[in-house]
Every structure is written in structure tokens, then in C-alpha cells.
């Protein structure tokens, strides 16, 4: 996807080569740890909070067929977060994609073969189950309570480093990210919390200890600008997977982007609202390419 440009490449956060990292105790927190900054005070609190519920995914997927070379498999791993005490995890779509089996390990160091509930590839989006029960949880915020400038969080398992914590900000809200499935995702949340390769599907936390997103892609090359599928959309996408193990929605075949309309035009006209969607390209033989809605001119 690109945005506005055309010159850099998003890079979804695949799968790392697994690799042998030694387990981390979690950090406690003990009243009179005078320390501690204000900042170091609140990230430690957000990780002793949430790091239990960050688990290590362990995806085996098959190789392609290459003629004169025997089929074979080649592990992966990514991130993933509990969200109810009962077994189920979000994780991203793209880390389970053509999976022949995953294994989620807990930050504790017990491991459970997982069962895929269903995954949603125009959101990115994924739930697993393993058959645990009273497992530590991570609570769901507000994604559209947040502010530009407000302290990131991200925990996940980059590079097959379990229990790594990169800090940061909320660099920009309502981005537009096109999903592999090529369907456009809306309002994403961009950081500049360090994320890397096996970063996917670990929550993005503010300083209250809330999940806020799940941390998905980068754009490949840059430095501190990654992105993370907004916790509003996960828990619309997340109750469907469960209930139906998939998710059915309308289509209509364009990509559009929210611009401020002229202030004369709306005074003119009365209007309620002072933005509109501008159409930014059509689907062939789409519902909209059929209903008469045209790209702009260039």
C-alpha cells in the first residue's frame, strides 16, 4: 500500500525465523521504588499489568512445491494477546495465513497447541483458542478516545525475543492501510513504537494499561512509523469470528478519503457536516463502478 507516494514499501510484520530466546520474569512493581521516574513508573506498571497476557505464537506453515526438492515445513513466529480467560487470542490474520499447525506459549512458559477460531483478512485480524482456562487477561480500551502525542506501549516477540517492550507515542490517527486481501482498513493507528518482524499481532497499550490496537505492519526501510489495527474494529471483527467464524460485510468497490469541504460551500448549502469522502479509485464491475461513481481525473 501506499500512501500519497509511491516511493516506499509497506512491510506487514511476517514471520521471524523462530528462535530459542530465554524466558524473562516479568518486572514487579513494589510500592517505595523512589527510583523510578514518572515515565518508568507508568511503563512498568502497563507491562507487569499486560505482559502475562502476551503470548509467543509458533506457526508451522508447508513450502512450496519446487520441482527436485522434497515438501518440507519452516516455522515462524509472531505475538499475540489473551483476551478472555476462557483461551481466546488476537492475533493478526497474516501470522496464521496457511498455518498446518500452531503452538501459543504464555509468557509463564506453558504451551498449548492452538485451535484457529477464524480470521478476517480485509481487518488483519485473527482469533485463536487453547484449551486453558483462567488464563490473565488484557483489558480492551477506547481506540477513539485517543490523542496524537499520547504514550505507546508495545509488547510482543520480535525476532523471536519473548516479552519485548518498545515505547513510544501515537504518532497519527485515521490512517488508511490496504489489507493483503487489498480491501482498504480504516482509522489505523500509527506509532512510532519500535516494532519488528514477529511484532505481529501484539497489543499496543496506552498508560493505563488498556489494549488500544494490535500492532500489524511498518513501512519497510523507514524508521518509527508502524501501524496497528485499532481495538474498536477488534471487537467488532472478534465477537463475529467467535459467534460465526468469519466475517460477512457489504461491498461496494471504492477507496475513499475523508477531506475537509470549503467553508463558503457550506455555509452556502447549510450542511451539518464540514467534510465529505472524496472517491480516490473504483473496482471494475464493482456495485460502485455500476452505480456511476468515477476516479478523479488525474
Known amino acids: 500500500m501506499t500512501e500519497g507516494s509511491s516511493n516506499f514499501e509497506l512491510k506487514f510484520l511476517d514471520f521471524s525465523p523462530a528462535a530459542e530466546a530465554g524466558k524473562k520474569a516479568l518486572p514487579e512493581i513494589e510500592e517505595g521504588d523512589d527510583f523510578l521516574d514518572a515515565y518508568s513508573r507508568t511503563v512498568t506498571s502497563v507491562v507487569a499489568k499486560v505482559g502475562p497476557a502476551v503470548v509467543h505464537i509458533t506457526v508451522k506453515r508447508k513450502a512450496p512445491a519446487r520441482p527436485g526438492r522434497a515438501p518440507y515445513e519452516f516455522e515462524g513466529s509472531a505475538s499475540g494477546v489473551i483476551i478472555a480467560p476462557d483461551g481466546y487470542i488476537v492475533t493478526n490474520s497474516h501470522v496464521v495465513e496457511e498455518a498446518s499447525a500452531v503452538e501459543v506459549s504464555l509468557a509463564d512458559g506453558t504451551s498449548y497447541s492452538a485451535e484457529l ?40 516477540n520480535p525476532l523471536g525475543f519473548q516479552s519485548t517492550v518498545t515505547t513510544g507515542v501515537i504518532s497519527a490517527l485515521g490512517r488508511s492501510l490496504r489489507s493483503r486481501s487489498g480491501r482498504l482498513i480504516e482509522n489505523i493507528i500509527q506509532t512510532d513504537a519500535a516494532l519488528n518482524p514477529g511484532s505481529s499481532g501484539g497489543p499496543l497499550v496506552e498508560s493505563r494499561g488498556l489494549v488500544v490496537g494490535i500492532n500489524t505492519a511498518i513501512i519497510q526501510f523507514a524508521q518509527g512509523i508502524c501501524f496497528a489495527i485499532p481495538v474498536n ?19 461496494l468497490g471504492l477507496a475513499g478519503q475523508r477531506v475537509p469541504l470549503p467553508a463558503e460551500l457550506v455555509r452556502y448549502f447549510d450542511l451539518k457536516q464540514e467534510a465529505g469522502v472524496q472517491v480516490m ?18
Do not use: F
Open 117 to 156: 477460531v477464524g480470521r478476517d483478512s480485509a481487518t488483519d485480524l485473527a482469533v485463536l483458542r487453547v484449551p486453558g482456562s483462567g488464563l490473565p487477561i488484557a483489558r480492551l480500551g477506547d481506540s477513539d478516545k485517543l490523542k496524537v502525542g499520547q504514550l505507546a506501549i508495545a509488547i510482543g
Open 233 to 251: 474494529t477488534l471487537r467488532w471483527v472478534v465477537s463475529l469470528l467467535i459467534r460465526e467464524g468469519k466475517v460477512t460485510r457489504g461491498y
Open 281 to 298: 479509485s473504483v473496482t471494475p464491475n464493482s456495485p460502485a463502478h455500476i452505480a456511476g461513481l468515477k476516479e478523479p481525473v488525474p
